[in-house]
């Protein structure tokens, strides 16, 4: 497929469990995003990948959220002992290149909600 | 810093009529600014993007904005509105910051249309 690709579409966890989430960006984007989308809101970044450099995690809320990303492949979101407060929808997204002008492509995203 | 703000949460209109998003900017430097579309449960696209090159901008669907940089703003419109537009309306603003390039979304224009 050509576009970006998020797997699980939909998961429900329990509090206090860890979640992954995957991300497959469109081939050849160097950059990745992960935002977060609750309900009724706008996006909120979460981090941000370009190539081999190091990541920019300033919007991370806080450490029991991490992400991976090896060179310009799949990238994963970790949440660790989830909370009702992470329910929202994770979504993905990747540029062709650095730089301000080229437009991001979303993934479907991945509904989380935690009971 | 970058910020962006969508003056409306919701918009409504007749099926018919034009249709205005308001979308307010703040940048240091010369931004790009992007407009998407999120119908419901499906993902975010791109509706148009302007990246300094001509003031007003064509996009998809019969859309358009026009980029007036004396009242920061990079306003949606559409002369005639369908009912296959009522969607979610994001306006992003997109600048470096330090080494990284962020978008950064609005909360979003709900539009609805009546019949």
């Known amino acids: 497929g050509a576009g970006v690709s998020q797997s699980p579409s939909n998961k429900v966890t329990e509090k206090g469990k860890d979640v992954e989430l995957r991300c497959d960006p469109i081939s050849g984007h160097t950059a990745l995003y992960w935002y977060r989308q609750r309900l009724g809101q706008g996006l909120e970044f979460l981090i941000y990948f370009q190539g081999n450099s190091a990541p920019d995690k300033s919007g991370l809320p806080s450490d029991r959220f991490s992400a991976e990303r090896t060179g310009e492949s799949v990238s994963t979101l970790t949440i660790q002992r989830t909370q009702q407060e992470d329910s929202a929808v994770y979504l993905c997204?990747?540029?062709?290149?650095?730089?301000?002008?080229?437009?991001?492509?979303f993934g479907n995203g991945t509904r989380l909600t935690v009971t | 810093a970058q910020s962006v703000t969508q003056l409306d949460s919701h918009v409504s209109v007749s099926e018919g009529t034009p249709v205005l998003l308001r979308c307010n900017y703040s940048s240091s430097y010369s931004p790009s600014l992007f407009w998407y579309v999120q119908h419901p449960n499906k993902g975010l696209q791109l509706l148009l993007k302007y990246t300094s090159a001509a003031t007003l901008v064509k996009g998809i669907n019969g859309f358009e904005a026009e980029f007036k940089k004396s009242e920061t703003s990079f306003h949606l419109t559409k002369p005639s509105a369908h009912m296959s537009d009522a969607a979610e309306y994001f306006c992003?603003?997109?600048?470096?910051?330090?080494?990284?390039?962020?978008?950064?979304f609005g909360r979003g224009t709900s539009l609805i249309v009546h019949p």
């Open positions: 997204a990747s540029r062709i290149r650095t730089g301000n002008n080229s437009p991001l492509h």
């Open positions: 992003v603003v997109s600048e470096r910051s330090g080494g990284s390039y962020i978008p950064t």
